[in-house]
C-alpha cells in the first residue's frame, strides 16, 4: 500500500498508479478525510517499494503482509477509516450500530406464499427480504428453486420477489449459482448473495462484483477464515468493497452424531472484525437445520458481535418446500429481533 502526504496534488497521485501499472499491477484508490491510499491488485514482489516511497508526495510505501490487502483493517485505517465499513442499501444500512436482520423463506414458491410472508417479516422488524430463485441443492432430484425451470420462470420469480420487497419496504436479496444468473438477478436485486458452495468461483465472484450492487458473500462450509478474506478480495479487487461477510456453519467433525446441520464457528465473527473493516452477519439457520436452535444461536451471534443476522422465516414453517426443519415462524422471528436489538446495545461497547 502506498500513503500519499497530505497535501499530494492529483499528478502526483497519478504518476504514482502509472508507476505501479508499469510493474504490471493494479492500483485501487482510496480516499480518506485527509489522506489518500492506494492499494495494490496483483503480485507485490513485482514492485520496488524503496522507489516508490521516493516519488514526490509518497508518505509512505509498505506491503501489508495478509493476503487479503483491500479489505484489511490496516488498509482502511491507513486512510483514516476506523469504524466498520457502512453499507447503505435503499433505506436500510449494515455495518454500523443498528444490527441488520434479513429474512424470509428458503426458496420462493409462489406469488401469494412470499407476500404473506413478507408482510410478516416486515411487520416482525425484519430490513431485508430474502427468498432463492436457484436453490443450490445436493440432489438433483430436489426442487431446484423456480428460477431453474427456465427463463421465463426465473424472470416471473425474480419478478415476484422485487414487487414483494417493494409492497412492503425491503431491499430483497437473492443467490446467484452461477455466472450466467448474475446479468438477469442483478436486474431484481439490491444484494447479490453468493452461496457457500461458491465461495471459491473467482469468475462468478468478479461478474457478481462489477453490477456494483452490494454482495452478500458466504463463507464456503471448508473455508478456513483466511481463505473466505481471500476470496471476499476477488470481490473488492473488482472495485466494489460493498461485501456482506456471512459466517453459516463449517463441516462437523468426528465419526458421531454432531445434532446440528454445520458448526457455527462464532469466534470467526469478531476475528473477522479484527482483520477486515467488513460487516459479518451469521445465518444460524444453515448453520444448525434447527429450528429450535434458532433463538439462542442468533442471540449468540450477537453476542459475539454480528453485524446482522439472515434467518429463514415460513408463515408455515412444516410445510416449507426446502430446508423446513429450520425454518421458524414470523412470531419466532419477532422475539428474536426484539431480543437481539437489546442484546446489540451491550454487545457494541
Ligand atoms: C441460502 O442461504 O439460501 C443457502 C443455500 O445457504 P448456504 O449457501 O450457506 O448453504
Ligand atoms: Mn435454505
New binding site residues.
Partial sequence: MIIMKKDATPEQIQHVIDEVARAGLRTDVSRGQHLTVLGLVGDERRVDFAHLAALPGVKEARMIEAPYKLINREYSSAYGETSTHIIKIGPVEIGGEEPLFIAGP?AVESREALFRIAEQVKAAGAHVLRG?VF??RSSVHSFQGLGSAGNDEAVEALTWLKEAGEAFGMPVVT?VRGEAQVELVSQFVDII?I???NMYDQDLLQAAARKNLPVMF?RHFGASVEEFLCFAEYIAAEGNKDIILCE?GIVPVGKGKNFTRYLLDLAAVPVVQKETFLPIIV?PS?ATGRRDLIRSMSLASIAAGASGLMIEVHDRPEEALVDASQMISPAELKEIITVARQLRQIAVK
Wanted: aromatic share 0%; charged share 45%; proline share 8%.
Fill in positions: 428458503c432463492g436453490k443450490p443467490e448473495q452461496g457457500s458452495r458466504k453459516r445465518d444453515h
